[in-house]
């Protein structure tokens, strides 16, 4: 089966997006060849892929991944006549439910991001707990204490940061932008490769203001340039650590930025179509999670009301003029 998947690889590399067909391969390398490399393609039976996904299911995500991975293989291997169905489609491989983890940021939360953002680029921010080195046991000693203080952040990368999440875009799209993308004037960015293909995102004032701001990097292309000016920043991992720990926001992802801004954009009233346009996404359903966010105009709604009422039948005065019969 081992010879098949480089074959089957090869395929993936060739129709997926780089990104994609990394994680198929780490999938295939890290769990499929140690438990199914050595066994001949037709041979493989359903309950080899059951004990497979068992074995797994601590992490469900993972486990419905890698029997997604294995079901795209035999689905090849099938078309390529090495075997006559699918084993990893067989209807008694239940999949594991996966809960969904919607976390959006509140307006006093944003706000202590930005406070967290503004200390990172004007007086530093010390390492996340998580990501911190091991303190030396013992201090060299020609090392200065001011090595400890810490430095103000890289400007491009938390410029990245604030217009991630003033734009709704993913990480990937921001930390690779293009100056040729750009168009301030018009107020959009054209982003030649994305997740869904070619897409043009709306511009917000307080995003292109931002960009304005940003110094441009000789013989970069990029917005956000890496340690060298012809790649793109590696990262923003340790950086996005270091500023949601000062902002006590430990539980906060980088993508929840994305997310943050739908929320922002759907209690506000927007149609989902209107969300969709903004996030870029192919179709409505991928912006429906975002639905009963905008039920929040009508649940102050009806608590108005029925607040209203309750203090009458308390026999207490309140805002509601009473219609009068005979007016127009």
Request: proline content about 8%; charged content about 25%; glycine content about 6%.
């Amino acid at each position: 089966m081992e010879r098949v998947g480089v074959t089957y690889l090869e395929n993936v590399r060739a129709r997926q997006k780089p990104k994609t067909a990394g994680e198929y391969e780490r999938l295939w390398q890290k769990h499929i060849v140690p438990a199914l490399g050595r066994r001949p393609v037709a041979e493989v039976d359903v309950s080899e892929i059951r004990r497979l996904h068992n074995a797994l299911a601590a992490t469900p995500y993972l486990a419905n991944r890698l029997l997604a991975v294995l079901s795209a293989f035999f689905t090849f291997a099938r078309r390529e006549g090495w075997r006559p169905d699918n084993p990893a489609r067989d209807e008694s491989l239940d999949r594991y439910p996966e809960a969904s983890r919607e976390r959006f940021l509140s307006p006093a939360e944003v706000t202590k991001l930005g406070e967290a953002l503004t200390r990172a680029e004007t007086v530093g921010l010390p390492p996340a707990p998580e990501l911190r080195k091991p303190a030396p046991t013992k201090r060299p000693q020609n090392r200065p204490k001011s090595a400890d203080v810490p430095n103000p952040a890289n400007p491009h990368a938390v410029a990245a940061l604030r217009l991630l999440l003033l734009t709704g875009c993913r990480e990937g799209e921001i930390r690779t932008l293009r100056w040729d993308a750009v168009d301030l004037e018009r107020g959009f960015l054209r982003l030649a490769d994305t997740k869904t293909g070619r897409s043009v995102r709306p511009l917000g004032a307080a995003a292109a203001e931002l960009l304005s701001g940003v110094r441009k990097v000789h013989r970069s292309p990029y917005v956000f340039p890496g340690l060298r000016p012809s790649v793109p920043l590696r990262s923003l991992k340790r950086l996005w650590h270091a500023v949601r720990f000062a902002a006590g926001l430990p539980d906060v992802r980088l993508h929840d930025l994305r997310h943050s801004f739908a929320s922002f954009s759907a209690i506000g009233g927007d149609s989902l179509l209107v969300t969709r346009a903004l996030l870029g996404h192919r179709t409505v359903s991928s912006t429906s999670r975002y639905a009963h966010l905008s039920d929040d105009p009508v649940r102050a709604a009806v608590d108005r009301v029925a607040g209203d009422l309750a203090s009458l039948l308390r026999g207490q005065k309140t805002d509601v003029t009473p219609i009068r019969k005979g007016r127009a």
